[in-house]
């Protein structure tokens, strides 16, 4: 029986370990916090008329925090080439190369931190229901921060102000948060572990009567 138990305590420790990672930034945002994150995000090198009109939105969502993990739909439209502006880094490729290399850059920073996509797509044809002629969309993606306090935090961090601006210049983003609605799995996962878990409780009575 020592195995089972040196495993069952590992297997707890790793499970309470993630569930601390999964679960950190809880709790509403206090307003000197606010006031600290936003003054850093005012400051980063982005186009300053943009930088502007998000600290005015920001503000208000962030005060209405309710401590609950949140969703953000990311909208991606690429430029048809890089739109350089005041600060902005030096690159030579096209607005899908600078958006990657933003992408990988941040990667282990939004994974420390508990904060990846839950889905990513990518438009298999212009608007079918067209609202706006205009806009295509180049990727869709929703990605899951444990708060918004997490949220503050990341884009408040130094590395993201080393690497926004690659993403700036090659796309025009709509960034809408959204609480955590129901998220219905791929079917087929659902019922073949229904059947697996109905397998195997009939094995165990079995075993347990005909032991």
């Known amino acids: ?27 509403k945002l206090t307003q000197a916090e606010i006031d600290h994150y936003l003054a850093i995000i005012e ?10 009109v998000f600290i005015a939105r920001l503000r208000p969502w962030a005060e209405a925090d309710d401590g609950k993990p949140v969703y953000m739909f990311n909208l991606i439209h690429f430029f ?12 030579k490729g096209t607005p899908e190369q600078a958006n990657a290399h933003y992408e990988k850059s941040l ?17 298999q044809a212009t608007n079918l229901i067209n609202m706006q002629p205009e806009r295509t969309w180049g990727n869709m993606t929703v990605v899951r921060y444990p708060s918004r306090r997490t949220f503050l935090k990341l884009i ?9 601006g690659y993403k700036f210049i090659a796309v025009e983003l709509d960034l809408v948060p959204v ?33």
């Open 80 to 91: 048809p080439r890089l739109q350089m502006f005041p600060g902005a880094p030096e690159f």
């Open 156 to 164: 408040s961090h130094p590395t993201y102000a080393r690497v926004a």
């Open 1 to 27: 029986m020592w195995f089972e138990l040196i495993l069952a305590a590992g297997l707890v420790i790793l499970y309470v370990a993630f569930w601390v990672w999964y679960s950190q930034g809880a709790g």
């Open 43 to 52: 400051k980063l090198p982005l186009p300053e008329k943009g930088v502007q």
């Open 107 to 123: 990667l282990w920073l939004w994974l420390s931190h508990a904060s990846y996509p839950t889905f990513i797509g990518t438009p």
């Open 179 to 211: 609480s955590r609605g129901t998220i219905v799995p791929d079917l087929r996962w659902l019922v073949g572990g229904g059947f697996a878990i109905v397998f195997l409780l009939v094995v165990w009575l079995r075993a347990a009567l005909l032991g």
